[in-house]
């Protein structure tokens, strides 16, 4: 049984793997996860008949142990590779930092912040690693002020502020404004003087052999209100460039009807589906869709940014 299930199981699993690369697919990476999910599903049931077809059989001290022992063995593992996880992250950490981040003699200092303060949080371990190597700070306060910071940022993550629409969007909503799309952006963090940003991966879109079109969601403002919101592609291969501008219309439209409203959407709708290169007025802002050919590179090629901007922030690049 096991001989003809195995590559069966196999390639289902490999199919819906493949298919989940490519958003055109996503009904048969949908179709592959759920035969698997049925297939371990009657795996499970047909187990569980025969435990209790054979229950006199089976519920034994020695089945009991047998069956308990890998699962405790488990789980008293999982503190191991917690330790050794963490072990691994400070000592990155910590071998890094002195060549591009801080002088060796504040090293011991930062040593004894992050264990004193970040412990075991490893996520915020590895957010203060980048910090420091982008402020590069050059005595123990401002190293300390570092870490203050994101701590202080991080508390902001968790209750994020109301921003009244003159200002902008609350950058930790924005985030999340593409989620339905499965874009998900990295942390909003400062980036130099007064801004902050975050964005999202490059998603590829195509199969070009050597650079395949791309498409990614940008999120600038200042520490408190984001104030631009961008969706851009870049066609490297113009010959698949339907499939990602395709693409690209979807999200600029829902990008549209999450920050501004579905009203805003049905307005624009038509102006964004032709890839009509536009500019329109909105409260406290403006929505713009243009288009920039490569200079020189790959020939045909060429890049469309559909932006938001609402806030501090009032002209384009």
């Known amino acids: 049984m096991e001989l003809v299930a195995l590559p069966f199981v196999t390639a289902i699993a490999l199919m819906g793997m493949i298919a989940s690369q490519k ?3 996503a009904h048969v990476a949908t179709l592959m996860g759920g035969i ?19 229950w ?3 519920a034994t001290l020695a089945n009991a142990i047998e069956l308990a022992t890998p699962i405790l063995l488990s789980l008293g593992f999982i503190p191991f590779l917690y330790a050794w996880r963490a072990y691994v992250a400070y000592s990155d950490m910590f071998a890094t930092i002195p060549i591009f981040g801080i002088d060796k003699s504040l090293v011991p200092y930062a040593r004894w912040l992050a264990i004193s303060r970040i412990g075991v949080d490893l996520e915020l371990l590895e957010r203060w690693r980048k910090a420091i190597q982008a402020v590069q700070p050059r005595n123990k306060a401002e190293l300390k002020h570092s870490l203050d910071g994101l701590l202080s940022l991080k508390k902001r993550e968790a209750t994020p502020p109301v921003v009244q629409p003159q200002d902008g969007w609350s950058p930790y909503l924005a985030m999340q404004f593409l989620a339905d799309y499965g874009v998900e952006t990295g942390h909003y ?10 964005s999202s991966s490059m998603r590829e879109i195509g199969s070009g052999i050597n650079l395949s079109n791309n498409l990614a969601y940008y999120i600038e403002g ?4 984001a104030t631009s919101l961008k969706v851009k592609l870049n066609v490297n291969n113009p010959d698949e460039a339907g499939t990602a501008e395709d693409i ?3 999200h600029a439209m829902h990008l549209l009807e999450r920050a501004m409203s579905l009203n805003a959407a049905e307005r624009l709708k038509m102006r964004i589906a032709t890839l009509e290169t536009f500019e329109a007025e909105i409260p406290y802002g403006h929505i713009l869709l243009s288009r920039e050919d490569f ?7 060429y890049s469309r940014r559909f932006e938001i901007r ?4 009032q002209t384009s690049d």
């Open 23 to 25: 958003p055109e697919h």
């Open 36 to 54: 698997s999910a049925l297939i371990g599903l009657s795996y499970i049931g047909f187990s569980l008949w025969k435990t209790y077809q054979l």
């Open 56 to 58: 006199s059989e089976t």
């Open 189 to 198: 963090h400062h980036s130099f003087d007064d801004e902050w940003f975050a």
């Open 222 to 225: 200042t520490q408190h209100a």
């Open 248 to 250: 690209f219309i979807g």
């Open 295 to 301: 200079v020189g590179g790959i020939k045909g090629g």
């Open 310 to 313: 609402r806030g501090a922030l």
